[in-house]
């Protein structure tokens, strides 16, 4: 399963931002995932659920952002979206654009809390 490589890159990331945080538990973790990706989101979401386990994100929520393919054309300067089975120019119609956007796999964001936290009084 390809997400689930996927997903242990991302949770290498976590895991990263984590120890770097000093955290002692990761409550939500945003991913930003391309309409191009070819990732599958409710694969992911099962691959995410596999890598977390037994990890200091075991109780993380994944929460998935569907980006939009995005085109410019350097025939008349437009930069847009488009839907992902209809990658033209929406300026001009030429097929000759440059992809912006859409391919992207990344980490936006990791919700943790630190181990200082829970000795502070509220
Ligand atoms: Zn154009």
Same mark, same amino acid.
């Given at each position: 399963m390809h997400e689930l490589a996927l997903c242990q890159g991302l949770m290498a990331e976590v895991h990263r931002v984590a120890r770097a945080q000093n955290a002692s538990a990761v409550h939500r973790v945003r +991913?930003?995932? $391309?309409? =191009?990706?070819? +990732?599958?989101p $409710?694969? =992911?979401?099962?691959a995410f659920h596999i890598a977390r386990a037994g990890t200091v994100a075991h109780g993380a929520r994944l929460q998935l952002e569907v980006l939009?393919?995005?085109?410019?054309?350097?025939?008349?300067?437009?930069?847009?979206e488009v839907p992902p089975n209809r990658l033209l120019c929406p300026g001009c119609g030429t097929w000759?654009?440059?992809?912006?956007?859409?391919?992207?796999?990344?980490?936006?964001?990791?919700?943790l809390s630190r181990a200082t936290d829970a000795a502070l009084p509220n």
């Open positions: +991913v930003a995932v $391309g309409a =191009l990706s070819g +990732v599958e $409710g694969l =992911l979401e099962r939009p393919a995005r085109v410019a054309c350097d025939a008349c300067g437009v930069q847009a000759r654009v440059r992809l912006v956007g859409g391919e992207e796999l990344q980490l936006m964001q990791v919700e």
